[in-house]
Structure formats: structure tokens, C-alpha cells
């Protein structure tokens, strides 16, 4: 088994959460090594011609023209700090998630909540005044928007849930998400305003789907069905043999097993017809024997 069969069959054998933080890591860990062979070969332009290829455009005209980026934006790190608190967040939030919820719904949080994130940069963008000057330059990147789903979204499905921080002892769910949230609002003005934008759709999502499940509502459920059909087209099917067998047990094949079981199927018919006129009674030993022979079937 080389190198790559065995990365693949350790990624199968992880659970949901492990699986999401291993291809933000993944990728992250690709273009920094591609990174590396730029510099070298003083092609450094093109790390940054990667990057906006998967980056999320706040231009819907660009959007267009790159349609895959509304998914490949939110796995999609370039700085170490940045993909190291989403990580962790998305562990430590993942962790409580699965404690109350499936891997399917972790899933389809983080990929929506991702979703909700990209609109609401792009809609802000291209709405407010603000943006105008930077739209056609500005683009979103990283797994905030989704893992801001995933926190806020536990957060008010369980919103007592308690957990021990440093320095600050017992703290409910919910106080960390809103405090979280009126981050992202209040920086909106001092830098990064896309990003906080973003994390504000995700974290909207979130809510709605926390006090909707409540209620009994998995707004989810669709978006699951979705991707349940798309995973199914991409997996091998086995290929179904049969096989039949003559009565002596010698192997026949299929022209022959559906001849041989109409010639069975008309006498049943006739011995059938000859009950209907004469009775039970009237049958002979071997007729007895096949209508016997053919209620065990």
C-alpha cells in the first residue's frame, strides 16, 4: 500500500469533525509547499493567482466565471494563526455538537453556514457605500463563516450548556456566542469588514437552525437529501451476478431459468383449473406433488 492509499484509508477510518479539520489542514498545508517551489523559481505572482482562483470575489460578475469558490473559499486558509483559532474552534464546538447532534447535521451546518457567510459578504458589498471602491479587488477566504455556524448554532440549542474558561470559570454557551457576535459588529468598521460580515451570515444560520430544531424543524434536512444523492453518484456499485440452478443443481443460464419456470408456471395453472372442476380429489399423486412442491417456493 503506498502513501496515498494509506492517507486515504486513515481519513475514512476519522470521524465528521476529524475529517473537516483535515482538509482545511490539508489544503493549507499544499499551498504553503507550493508556496515554497514559487519563491524558489521567482514565480510568486502565481501563489497569488491560487489563491484568488478558490477565494470567494465579492464581484458577482467574478463569481460567474468561478462558481466553485462559494465552497472552496470556506477550507481555504493562507495565514497560521488564521486556520489555527478555526480549528480549534471548530474542535472544541464540534466536540459539544456531536455530544447533542449527528455528524450529518455537523456537516450541513458547517457547509450552509459557510453558504449563509459568502451571501451576506457579497450582498453587503455590493449594497452599501462603503465597499463601492474596493468591490472588484476584495475577496473572502477561511472557515469563520462556517465554524461561526457550528458555535452559534450549539450555543442556542443547548444554550446552558456550561463550560470552564481560564481566568473566567463558568460560562454558559450562549453569553460566549453573543459576546462573539457583538464582536463582529462592532469591528466591522476597524478592518477586515468582509470577514466580519461573513462571520454575521454564519452566525445568523446558526441561530436559525438552533431555534428551529427546537422546535422540532431541521431546515437542514433538504440541503442533507442533496448531498446524500450527490455522494451516491461517486460510489463504486457492485456489480450484481446471478445465478441460477437446474433442479439437478447443474447451472443454467438466463434463457433457459425463465423458460423452464413458465413451463412450471402453465402446469400449476392446469393443475389449478382441473381443482376448479373436479376438487382436490381429483388430482393425481404427481399433480399433488408439484402444487405441493410449489407452495414451498
Known amino acids: 500500500m503506498n502513501a496515498f492509499d494509506d492517507l486515504k484509508r486513515t481519513f475514512r477510518q476519522r470521524g465528521t469533525l476529524t475529517q473537516l479539520i483535515m482538509i482545511n489542514v490539508g489544503v493549507f498545508l499544499f499551498l504553503k509547499v507550493l508556496g515554497v517551489f514559487f519563491f524558489l523559481f521567482k514565480q510568486e505572482n502565481l501563489e497569488q493567482l491560487v489563491l484568488s482562483y478558490l477565494a470567494l470575489p465579492a464581484d458577482p460578475a467574478l463569481i460567474l466565471k468561478k462558481p466553485w469558490t462559494i465552497i472552496s473559499y470556506m477550507f481555504l486558509h493562507y495565514d497560521f494563526f488564521h486556520i489555527l483559532f478555526n480549528m480549534l474552534w471548530l474542535y472544541w464546538f464540534g466536540k459539544i455538537f456531536l455530544e447533542y447532534l449527528n455528524p450529518k447535521k455537523l456537516i450541513s451546518v458547517y457547509l450552509i453556514g459557510g453558504f449563509a457567510g459568502g451571501l451576506v459578504y457579497v450582498l453587503a ?173
Open 125 to 297: 458589498f455590493n449594497l452599501f457605500p462603503a465597499f463601492q471602491e474596493s468591490l472588484s479587488q476584495s475577496v473572502a477566504l477561511g472557515a469563520s463563516a462556517a465554524v461561526l455556524a457550528i458555535v452559534v448554532a450549539i450555543s442556542f440549542y443547548v444554550p446552558d450548556y456550561t463550560i470552564q474558561l481560564m481566568f473566567l470559570g463558568p460560562v454558559k454557551l450562549k453569553y460566549i456566542a453573543l459576546v462573539t457576535i457583538f464582536i463582529d459588529i462592532v469591528s466591522i468598521p476597524s478592518g477586515n469588514a468582509g470577514g466580519h460580515l461573513a462571520h454575521l451570515g454564519g452566525a445568523f444560520f446558526g441561530f436559525l437552525y438552533a431555534t428551529q430544531l427546537r422546535q422540532g424543524k431541521d431546515i437542514s434536512k433538504g440541503f442533507s437529501r442533496l448531498m446524500d444523492n450527490l455522494f451516491s453518484l461517486f460510489k463504486r456499485r457492485p456489480e450484481m451476478k446471478v445465478k441460477y440452478k437446474r433442479p439437478s443443481g447443474k447451472p443454467e443460464t438466463d434463457l433457459e431459468y425463465n423458460a423452464r419456470r413458465a413451463a412450471e408456471q402453465r402446469s400449476i395453472d392446469q393443475i389449478l383449473d382441473k381443482i376448479a372442476r373436479n376438487g382436490y380429489e381429483g388430482l393425481s399423486k404427481e399433480e399433488k406433488e408439484t402444487l405441493f412442491k410449489s407452495s414451498k417456493r
